[in-house]
T-cell receptor, first 113, second 111 residues
Framework: KAGVTQTPRYLIKTRGQQVTLSCSPI?????VSWYQQTPGQGLQFLFE???????NKGNFPGRFSGRQFSNSRSEMNVSTLELGDSALYLC????????????FGAGTRLSVL | DAKTTQPNSMESNEEEPVHLPCNHS???????IHWYRQLPSQGPEYVIH???SNVNNRMASLAIAEDRKSSTLILHRATLRDAAVYYC????????????FGKGTRLHILP
């Protein structure tokens, strides 16, 4: 069974641009969560999706948004990039939203210049 | 969300057992204790979880105190590949999927 796939693996953007990151969950998994990891703040929860609906959102500004498609694939978008958005963005999938084991992808490393 | 407290870092010798402690004095009755680890340049991976009884799997063992206010992750024979950051997390299973990560314990394995 293929694991969680995140694309692209690396991305370089400049301030003010926007970016879209993609996540393909494990086949059969319907819940997708996103996390941001930085050296200063560690791993922080961004949002959680199940059946195309956002169920939970972390404490991030509205520039961070996401969506989930009917095939459970998910995208997250960051608009008007700031230097502080440089981070590793991780996606995790699980069977459903009931706190099952989460399987993480390798992440997308975003650098904002 | 209930919080956990872990040492910032620990060291262990290769091929010896490692005991990683975690305190969670405000744990509620519906909180499961989960452990994840993050190897260098990888996303976190699930290690083990439990509610009240001790648990074993191929990766590790989880020992849970009788009052559930603390737990210990046991790696029976550490290898260099076990060098990682280990996160002890409380999850109210059945409510939602989000994981609130703490700082974790950075485990160094000495050859």
């Amino acid at each position: 069974k293929a694991g969680v796939t995140q694309t692209p693996r690396y991305l370089i953007k400049t301030r003010g641009q926007q970016v879209t990151l993609s996540c393909s969950p494990i086949s059969g998994h319907r819940s997708v969560s996103w996390y941001q990891q930085t050296p200063g703040q560690g791993l922080q929860f961004l949002f959680e999706y199940f059946s195309e609906t956002q169920r939970n959102k972390g404490n991030f500004p509205g520039r961070f948004s996401g969506r989930q498609f009917s095939n459970s694939r998910s995208e997250m978008n960051v608009s008007t990039l700031e230097l502080g958005d440089s981070a590793l963005y991780l996606c995790a999938s699980s069977l459903d939203f009931r706190g099952n084991i989460q399987y993480f992808g390798a992440g997308t490393r975003l650098s904002v210049l | 969300d209930a919080k956990t407290t872990q040492p910032n870092s620990m060291e262990s010798n290769e091929e010896e057992p490692v005991h990683l402690p975690c305190n969670h004095s405000t744990i509620s009755g519906t909180d499961y204790i989960h452990w994840y680890r993050q190897l260098p340049s990888q996303g976190p991976e699930y290690v083990i979880h439990g509610l009240t009884s001790n648990v074993n799997n191929r990766m590790a063992s989880l020992a849970i105190a009788e009052d559930r206010k603390s737990s210990t992750l046991i790696l029976h024979r550490a290898t260099l590949r076990d060098a990682a950051v280990y996160y002890c997390i409380l999850r109210d299973v059945g409510r939602d999927d989000k994981i609130i990560f703490g700082k974790g314990t950075r485990l160094h394995i000495l050859p």
